[in-house]
Structures are given as structure tokens and as C-alpha cells.
T-cell receptor
């Protein structure tokens, strides 16, 4: 049973470009969470999605960031017009049910570098 | 605001000895606490958790203690093994899914 898949593992963008990060949850998991880890900090919650629904995006910056989890295909975290401050590791996690009482299973992360 | 704090960025321990990792939190609404372990170039892996209705949970070599009055929890690893060398994150939740993480403690187990 494959774990949570994220690609690309490393992504380099120049300022002003767009970054698309993809996450395929574990088989049978319908809940996806995105976290961001800045250098020397812990992971910070960004958004919680179920299939075709954004449940909680309270951790997402108001501008330039968006996320989706379509009926078919992976979840996508999209960052438009990237800036140097967006450089971070972005982790996706999934769970079979709402994660209360269940741990979230994390992917290996995408390391975004903005030049 | 940093609601979960791990004040020790690193810990070095001899193989076979006990590793004690500490975590403090400020949000009294947190009711579920977890420890994750992370190796380089990998995502965090769930290790052990505890509900706020308990003060101790044990799983093999890993034990988590919760002191709600002090808003403090700790992870004990006994005995420490070389494979335990990793970054350990403390996390907390009050609504089942939005985990708040500490900055992590890097554990090095010396042979």
C-alpha cells in the first residue's frame, strides 16, 4: 500500500512564476491536509480538503495561494507569482476519516526554492 | 503565534540510555497531543499520541506523559537506539485535524 505521494520533490521557481505542488493521498483516504514548514520552524497548517470541497483554509495566505482536491486526480496546491518568502517545505497529509483519534499520514514533502 | 514550543533544539544521548523530549503549549483548548518522528528527506511519521483525559500513554519503548496543569508533555524513549536519531515534533489539536507543531528537537543517539 503506497504511502502519500508528493511531486515534485524539489521545485525551483523564479520570482513571479507559478508553483504547482501535487499530492496523492493514501489509497482509501478522502481527507487531505497541507502544511508548510519554514526554516527552523514547525509545520504550520494551511488547508484541509475533502474531495471537491475546501473544509478549512484558515491557514492559507489570503492572496496568491489556492488549493483543490478534485473528484479525480491528486490534490493541488497552487502558488501564483511566487516570492522569496514562499521558499519552504510543503507537506501533504491524508487520513481515512477526520483525523481525531487517527494520525495523519504525511508525504515526503516538496521543497520549494524561489530564486 | 507559537502555541506549541519545543525549547530544546537538540538532544544527544548514549545508546541504551533514556531520551526525554519536552514540549510546552499555551492553548488550553488543545485536547489531543501527538509526537511525530522525521528523518531527513522524509515526511513526519506518527509515533504516539495522548488524549487530554489521560496523563500517560505507553507503546513499547515510547511513553508520553501529559501534565495539563503545567501545559506540558514529554516523550520518553527507553532504551534509546541508533535508529531513534531523527527530528521529533510535538503536535497538538483542539478540533481533530488542525495540528499545531513545535519547531522540533533533533535527537542524536551515540553508540
Amino acid at each position: 500500500n503506497a504511502g502519500v505521494m508528493q511531486n515534485p520533490r524539489h521545485l525551483v521557481r523564479r520570482r513571479g512564476q507559478e508553483a504547482r505542488l501535487r499530492c496523492s493521498p493514501m489509497k482509501g483516504h478522502s481527507h487531505v491536509y497541507w502544511y508548510r514548514q519554514l526554516p527552523e520552524e514547525g509545520l504550520k497548517f494551511m488547508v484541509y480538503l475533502q474531495k471537491e470541497n475546501i473544509i478549512d483554509e484558515s491557514g492559507m495566505p489570503k492572496e496568491r495561494f489556492s488549493a483543490e482536491f478534485p473528484k479525480e486526480g491528486p490534490s493541488i496546491l497552487r502558488i501564483q507569482q511566487v516570492v522569496r518568502g514562499d521558499s519552504a517545505a510543503y507537506f501533504c497529509a491524508s487520513s481515512p476519516e477526520l483525523a481525531g483519534g487517527y494520525e495523519q499520514f504525511f508525504g515526503p514533502g516538496t521543497r520549494l526554492t524561489v530564486l | 503565534d507559537q502555541q506549541v514550543k519545543q525549547n530544546s533544539p537538540s538532544l544527544s544521548v548514549q545508546e541504551g540510555r533514556i531520551s526525554i523530549l519536552n514540549c510546552d503549549y499555551t492553548n488550553s483548548m488543545f485536547d489531543y497531543f501527538l509526537w511525530y518522528k522525521k528523518y531527513p528527506a522524509e515526511g513526519p511519521t506518527f509515533l504516539i499520541s495522548i488524549s487530554s483525559i489521560k496523563d500517560k500513554n505507553e507503546d513499547g519503548r515510547f511513553t508520553v506523559f501529559l501534565n495539563k496543569s503545567a501545559k506540558h508533555l514529554s516523550l520518553h524513549i527507553v532504551p534509546s537506539q541508533p535508529g531513534d536519531s531523527a527530528v521529533y515534533f510535538c503536535a497538538a489539536s483542539h478540533n481533530d485535524y488542525k495540528l499545531s507543531f513545535g519547531a522540533g528537537t533533533t535527537v542524536t543517539v551515540r553508540a
